[in-house]
Nanobody
Framework: VQLQASGGGLVQAGESLRLSCTVS????????MGWFRQAPGKEREFVAA????????YYADSVNDRFTIARDSAKNTVSLQMNSLKPEDTAVYYC????????????????WGQGTQVTVSS
């Protein structure tokens, strides 16, 4: 599975940003797609995940009600719509994939994109 993330940038607090991850390489019916983020000096943390087959979603408490993850089977993409951004959302965001069930630890994901920087100014 190859993953290519895009859409990062610099925004002000309260604004929105949409990340996209293009997926290629194999059929994804039994895969989970996730977004993680890593701020300087911190561990990589779970943000959101979606099951490719059913579209079931799961979010970290810190982004629930602000972020929305979705998959587009026709375009083979996974998006992360981020609203009401806060300075603490500043990080490099990664898309990832794993086979099986939803999992919120980075160690459980087998495939990773290259990361895209999101910076939120106050």
């Amino acid at each position: 599975v190859q993953l290519q993330a895009s859409g990062g940038g610099l925004v002000q607090a309260g604004e929105s940003l949409r990340l996209s991850c293009t997926v290629s390489g194999r059929t994804l019916n039994n895969y989970i797609m996730g977004w993680f983020r890593q701020a300087p000096g911190k561990e990589r943390e779970f943000v959101a995940a979606v099951t490719w087959s059913s579209g079931h979603t799961y979010y970290a408490d810190s982004v629930n009600d602000r972020f929305t993850i979705a998959r587009d089977s026709a375009k083979n993409t996974v998006s992360l719509q981020m609203n009401s951004l806060k300075p603490e959302d500043t990080a490099v965001y990664y898309c990832a994939a794993r086979y099986g069930t939803i999992y919120s630890s980075a160690s459980g994901y087998d495939f990773w994109g290259q990361g895209t920087q999101v910076t939120v100014s106050s």
